[in-house]
């Protein structure tokens, strides 16, 4: 068990361009989940996984933003033509299917879109 | 929607003083409520989780405890130390769905 594992670390793009992020979680693990936080705030819920299918989304994830996990195993998570408004700390999480379990988190992808 | 509300937003005491950490929430009908810890630019670490069956959980020094029916948990930690300072938040789920809300956090600051 290596933990929940996110690359890049950290990522600066000029505003209009496209960036993918990263996750590997925990081997056994079913649900992946991604969330978002901005500096001060806590952590708020973009999606999640059920092995490969994509149960959930919020109303913060708009057209710009697309999320994969093939195979159920890494995800990754797309912006497209990034806004200022998109600079933040990208988190995911995963956990086990059995309800009620701790969520184990990555040290997240800090975003900076200038 | 739940709500999640964590006072303190900022806490700092000199080492060995004992923390007092408070969380509420709306919606009392919650499953299970997690405490973290999360410092400066990093991911966040799982404390404690109390199921919603349970009064109180405790770790070392870290002890949690949760009042549904008031819609509040509090976390303590007891003699503090400098490695204590960082960010502390509450998160609760939903009892229809897994994720998660959070507080906004409590930044503490133990002064050696």
């Known amino acids: 068990d290596t933990g929940v594992s996110q690359n890049p670390r950290h990522k600066i793009t000029k505003r209009g361009q496209n960036v993918t992020f990263r996750c590997d979680p925990i081997?056994?693990?079913?649900?992946l989940y991604w969330y978002r936080q901005t500096l001060g705030q806590g952590p708020e819920f973009l999606t999640y996984?059920?092995?490969?299918?994509?149960?959930?989304k919020s109303r913060l994830l708009s057209d710009r933003f697309s999320a994969e996990r093939p195979k159920g195993s890494f995800s990754t998570l797309e912006i497209q033509r990034t806004e200022q408004g998109d600079s933040a700390m990208y988190l995911c999480?995963?956990?086990?299917?059995?309800?009620?379990?701790?969520?184990?988190f990555g040290s997240g992808t800090q975003l900076s879109v200038l | 929607k739940q709500e999640v509300t964590q006072i303190p937003a900022a806490l700092s005491v000199p080492e060995g003083e004992n923390l007092v950490l408070n969380c509420s929430f709306t919606d009392s009908a919650i499953y299970n409520l997690q405490w973290f810890r999360q410092d400066p630019g990093k991911g966040l670490t799982s404390l404690l989780l109390i199921q919603s069956s349970q009064r109180e959980q405790t770790s070392g020094r870290l002890n949690a405890s949760l009042d549904k029916s008031s819609g509040r948990s509090t976390l303590y930690i007891a003699a503090s130390q400098p490695g204590d300072s960082a960010t502390y938040l509450c998160a609760v789920p939903s009892t229809n769905d897994y994720k998660l809300s959070f507080g906004a956090g409590t930044t503490v600051t133990v002064r050696a």
């Open positions: 081997s056994e693990h079913n649900r």
């Open positions: 999480a995963s956990s086990s299917l059995r309800r009620g379990e701790k969520l184990f």
């Open positions: 996984f059920q092995n490969e299918a994509q149960l959930e």
